[in-house]
């Protein structure tokens, strides 16, 4: 009887541990270091196009967000101060840093509140909006693979990707030794 719990309890621990590293792979985005991304197009909040092919030529950090994820709304302060101190350079023609705000919305009225309360000053502002938020159904949210946020895509200025979900401090870190 003894050797018999045993076996359960070894197969339980076995299974869990698989459920775990299958969960890990799952929720990892569908890009990696190094590939291109796909252009998508979309409406900003000033109600004009865009175009993810309009910043080639900068940096560029895709930011998928909402309005109503913690982790999100408290990285936000540090979002802005990192775009203060690349935008400062905006002296030239071409600016050489970008964010571009992808929110998994469901609620339009909620995304623009939570823009306006973390002061989020740069133009891209997209609403991705979904239907399901525990499955991110919204079409670029699917494009890009995105099952959790925050997630993020540090793009080079060619469109590549530099790195996939760094924290601000590391893409601070990558701006200072590019710019």
Known sequence: MRIKFNHILNFLLVAAIAVLIG?????????????NTPGFSASLLNGHSFELSELRGSY?????????????????????DLYHKYKSEEEKSQPPFEIVSV???KNETRWKRAIQQDQLIWPYHILDKAENLRFFDSPIAKQF???QVPTKYLLSPEG???AVNPSV???DKILSEQL
Do not use: H, K
């Open 23 to 35: 969960r890990y792979f799952y929720m990892q985005p569908r890009f990696d270091s190094g590939e």
């Open 60 to 80: 560029v950090l895709i930011d998928f967000w909402g309005s109503w994820c913690p982790p999100c709304r408290q990285e936000n302060p540090a979002l802005v």
């Open 103 to 105: 929110a998994i919305e």
């Open 145 to 147: 693979g995105i099952r």
């Open 160 to 162: 590549t990707i530099i």
């Open 169 to 171: 401090g590391e893409v």
